[in-house]
């Protein structure tokens, strides 16, 4: 099967996900990693760090910054790494309105071509209320991406709370056609010092 590029337009289901931006970039250090299957989930202000050999950086490298959440999973060597954070500016808390943004980079490190084909989001807030969002691609994009490369966007999401939970899956498929879900690791989406 032949992976290409479907021009549809995809928005993120929560309406004006403002500055969503999307790049593919190169890092060989991917191409030596072996497949596996794990989750690491940090649940307080980490970001993984990009050390000067070009951006590559592996599961464990983070530091701790602001008021940032992170989370990470490998499905059949996709790599899902999100941080998210809290956007003031954007936020009007009198009238219960929070929002969040969260960039994700998406990478490759098996040896065969993948494309993203659709997300599906869980989000849950403060309350335990519960929200799914399905669509294709992210940012208007379907990327598809070569052993090594890897894909990197922004966007947000408005909760009624100043806490909430978000996680997901990206349906992927290969160049042979086999379709399969890269998980996205359960974040956190907080206010800074809001006590849960």
């Known amino acids: 099967m032949r992976i290409g590029v479907n021009a549809t337009q995809a928005t993120t289901g929560w309406g004006g996900y403002l500055g969503n931006r999307g790049s593919v970039s190169d890092c060989p250090q991917r191409r030596k990693r072996e497949p596996r299957l ?94 799914e969002v399905r669509g294709p691609g992210v940012v208007g994009k379907q990327p598809i991406l070569k052993p090594g490369e890897s894909f990197e966007y922004t966007s947000g999401c408005p909760l009624a709370t100043p806490f909430g939970v978000m996680e997901g899956a990206y349906q992927m498929v290969a160049e042979s056609g086999d379709k399969f879900e890269a998980k996205i690791a359960p974040f956190t989406l907080s206010e800074p010092y809001t006590v849960h």
């Not at 998210?84 to 980079?105: G, H, K, M, N, V």
């Open 38 to 131: 794990f989750v690491i989930t940090w649940t307080f202000a980490h970001l993984r760090q990009r050390p000067s050999d070009g951006g590559c950086s592996g599961p464990h490298e983070s530091f701790i910054i602001g008021s940032m959440f992170t989370s990470e999973a490998v499905t059949r060597s996709v790599r899902v790494h999100v941080y998210s954070q809290y956007d003031s500016d954007r936020s009007e808390p009198a009238r219960d309105q929070w929002f969040f943004l969260y960039t994700i980079t998406i990478s490759n490190e098996g040896t065969d071509t993948v494309q993203l084909l659709t997300r599906h989001w869980v989000i849950t807030d403060g309350n335990g209320k519960i929200e």
